[in-house]
């Protein structure tokens, strides 16, 4: 299915029913949408650059893709869909993994310990 802008309800929803994030943006530097899904508990299937090994842990959360090729990506989706038990593993795990790292309060911790660091006197 595609959509243009759906509201965040409906979003919610969509991505409560879904199984595989399938965005393989040629270029994105941070993975907003990514992290959304993981959120929301579904693995993600993105090529293997800018922020998506870090949001992904290496693929522990989903499946990277080294190139824009879609047979490439089309074997890295059913290789995601072959293991119905794996698939449902790694977006519970991409799902504790993103609320841990990059929650608000995650966030401000990390700040605060740069700032904390910056503040501390210099031998």
Do not use: N
């Not at 595609?2 to 993975?31: C, I, K, N, T």
């Amino acid at each position: 299915e595609a959509h243009r802008y759906v509201p965040r309800a409906q979003l919610d929803r969509e991505l409560e029913r879904s199984s595989l994030f399938v965005q393989p943006a040629a270029y994105m530097v941070w993975g907003m949408a990514y992290l959304e899904a993981l959120g929301a508990s579904m693995p993600i299937l993105a090529l293997d650059r800018c922020a998506t090994p870090e949001i992904t842990e290496d693929g522990a959360f989903g499946f990277l893709v080294e190139e824009m090729d879609p047979d490439l990506i089309a074997v890295a989706m059913l290789d995601a869909f072959s293991d119905e038990r794996r698939l449902r593993k790694m977006g519970e795990k991409g799902r504790r993994s993103v609320r841990r790292r990059f929650s608000w309060e995650g966030v401000a911790a990390k700040m605060a310990a740069v700032i904390r660091e910056a503040g501390e006197p210099r031998p």
